[in-house]
C-alpha cells in the first residue's frame, strides 16, 4: 500500500516516503528527505532536506526533524520534542557548515517535550522521560530524565523499567525478556 499524505501536508518532490506511511496535518517533508514504511508523522512535523527516518517510526505532533538528524527503525518521538542541530546558533551568522549528526537508534523512545542537543546519540531501546534535556549520549537501554538529563535506571526492549539483582540479572516484568547487567555498566539481552 502507498504512502498517505493528508491534502494540507506539503511533500516537496524529490522527498522519499515508504510504504504504509501517513504523513498527516500540516505536515512539511522537504526534497531529499528519506521516511522509510509504516512510519507516521503526526500533525505539523516537519522533516529536513537531510533528515533520515526509518520504518515503523512514531513522530508525535509538532516535532521538526532538522538536516543531521537520524531516526532509525521502531523509534518512537512524544509530542513537542525538539531536535537540534547548531550548539551555537545566531541570526546573522551562518553554521550550515557546522550542522552536527543526532542519531537515535532502534527502539529509542523520546519523551513529550524533551530537548536533544546536538552531535547526541541516544542507544538502542532507551528511553528519555518527558521534558528532559539530553546534553550527553545516552547507552542502549538507559533510562534519563531531568535537567540536563541524568541516567537513573534501566529499561527494556518493552518499554519497562528493569530492576537487576544481586548477579546483575533482570527480567522485564512485560514480556520476561532476561537482562544482563555488565561490569562495563552496559546492559545486554540475553537469549
Not at 512510519?39 to 520504518?55: D, T, Y
Not at 552536527?100 to 522521560?129: C, D, E, I
Amino acid at each position: 500500500m502507498a504512502a498517505f499524505v493528508h491534502p494540507t501536508a506539503v511533500v516537496d518532490e524529490g522527498a522519499r516516503i515508504g510504504d504504509e506511511t501517513h504523513v498527516w496535518h500540516f505536515c512539511h517533508v522537504m526534497a531529499g528527505a528519506e521516511i522509510g514504511s509504516q512510519s507516521s508523522l503526526g500533525q505539523g512535523c516537519f522533516v529536513a532536506a537531510g533528515a533520515r527516518v526509518g520504518n515503523g517510526v512514531r513522530v508525535q505532533n509538532n516535532v521538526s526533524l532538522y538536516d543531521g538528524v537520524v531516526i532509525e527503525d521502531e523509534v518512537f518521538i512524544g509530542p513537542c520534542a525538539v531536535f537540534t542541530n547548531v550548539t551555537n546558533p545566531r541570526a546573522a551568522v551562518s553554521r550550515r557548515a557546522e550542522y552536527q549528526r543526532t542519531v537515535v537508534k532502534r527502539g529509542a523512545t523520546v519523551g513529550a517535550n524533551a530537548t536533544v542537543m546536538p552531535g547526541r546519540t541516544l542507544g538502542r531501546h532507551s528511553f528519555v522521560a518527558a521534558g528532559a534535556v539530553v546534553v550527553h549520549d545516552v547507552p542502549d537501554f538507559a533510562l534519563v530524565i531531568g535537567v540536563p538529563a541524568r541516567q537513573t535506571g534501566w529499561m527494556s526492549r518493552h518499554g519497562r523499567k528493569l530492576t537487576f539483582d544481586a548477579e546483575g540479572l533482570a527480567t522485564c516484568p512485560g514480556s520476561g525478556q532476561r537482562y544482563r547487567l555488565m561490569i562495563d555498566g552496559s546492559v545486554v539481552e540475553l537469549e
